[in-house]
């Protein structure tokens, strides 16, 4: 599965928030393979190598949970995603449809 996700950082790993700065809303394209879901910066070229930041960027989802961010207003089409390693990030998806697409894929792998 893959396509444009918008992603906000709200918890680092154990759980700690994530500091102001580091908060902001970035888009990416989302590409899931496997247990990993990489996330590419900029224009999307399937013949485009990973860059070192993409492959930073890249979340692993063994063990994750994603789901509906019901409490989150500001934006529609937003899902939580957290991680093993108690991680959380807010991914907002381009409509209701993928966004429910995304959640079902992430927590079936
Ligand atoms: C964050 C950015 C986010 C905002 C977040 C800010 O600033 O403005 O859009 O989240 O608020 O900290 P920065 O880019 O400097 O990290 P919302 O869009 O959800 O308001 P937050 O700290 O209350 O999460």
């Known amino acids: ?27 990416f394209y989302a590409v899931l393979k496997g247990l990993i879901l990489y996330l590419q ?6 013949e485009k190598q990973l860059s070192h930041e993409d492959l930073k960027n890249a979340v692993s989802i063994h ?30 998806a381009p409509n209701a449809e993928q966004m429910q697409s995304w959640i079902t894929r992430i927590n079936t792998v």
């Not at 063990?63 to 991914?91: E, G, Q």
Request: net charge positive; proline share 5%.
């Open 1 to 27: 599965k893959a396509g444009f996700l918008v992603r906000k950082v709200h918890a680092d790993s154990d759980g700690k928030r994530t500091p102001r700065g580091k908060r902001g809303w970035k888009t």
């Open 41 to 46: 910066k900029g224009e999307f070229r399937p």
């Open 63 to 92: 063990h994750s949970l994603a789901m509906r961010a019901a409490d989150y207003s500001k934006r529609p089409n937003v899902f939580y995603l957290r991680t093993a390693d108690w991680r959380v990030y807010l991914f907002q």
